[in-house]
T-cell receptor
């Protein structure tokens, strides 16, 4: 079982360009999440989805958008990238959002550099 | 506000025992997770506590005191591969994980 996959592994992007980070899980988990991780800071939630067809804003949603057309895929789009969006991006999923089933499983991450 | 406090860095010797503390303040509480993260890799699940007390899982144990807003992760018989960051993350009333910055554990021979 692959678990969660993310693509690309890394990317260098010019400021002002758009980009979509892809995330796919094969565990049939209901909930999915996007985080960014910056040196010295904890993981910060960007957007989440409790179930297919619904999304919600996390702690740092500005400049990012998501969609959840089906259970497996949860792409993250940067409409017009800025240097402050340079970070490592992790996608995660959990069986549901409530109690012990909240255990989140992470993809390998995408390292994004915006110049 | 919500706040997680963990030591930034700890050093321990191979074969020894180390305790990583975490204090938290959250809006509501629905359990607490510990994750391990090796440099350049994704976080991986270690433990989940929702009731007070100690949960033991092999060389790793996790303790929770809800009244004190306190948890610790105990690692025994340390191995070089335990060098990693350890992330404390309580679940708040909205079932959102609140992540600490993590404790970087350095194991020396």
């Amino acid at each position: 079982t692959a678990g969660i996959t993310q693509a690309p592994t890394s990317q260098i992007l010019a400021a002002g360009r758009s980009m979509t980070l892809r995330c796919t899980q094969d565990m049939r988990h209901n909930a999915m999440y996007w985080y960014r991780q910056d040196l010295g800071l904890g993981l910060r939630l960007i957007h989440y989805s409790n179930t297919a067809g619904t999304t919600g804003k996390g702690e740092v949603p500005d400049g990012y958008s998501v969609s959840r057309a089906n259970t497996d895929d949860f792409p993250l789009t940067l409409a017009s990238a800025v240097p402050s969006q340079t970070s490592v991006y992790f996608c995660a999923s959990s069986e549901s959002s409530g109690g012990s089933t909240d255990t989140q499983y992470f993809g390998p991450g995408t390292r994004l550099t915006v110049l | 506000g919500q706040n997680i406090d963990q030591p930034t860095e700890m050093t321990a010797t191979e074969g020894a025992i180390v305790q990583i503390n975490c204090t938290y303040q959250t809006s509501g509480f629905n359990g607490l997770f510990w994750y391990q993260q090796h440099a350049g890799e994704a976080p991986t699940f270690l433990s989940y506590n929702v009731l007070d007390g100690l949960e033991e899982k092999g060389r790793f144990s996790s303790f929770l005191s809800r009244s004190k807003g306190y948890s610790y992760l105990l690692l025994k018989e340390l191995q070089m591969k335990d060098s990693a960051s350890y992330l404390c993350a309580p679940l708040d009333s909205n079932y959102q994980l609140i992540w600490g910055a993590g404790t970087k554990l350095i194991i020396k021979p």
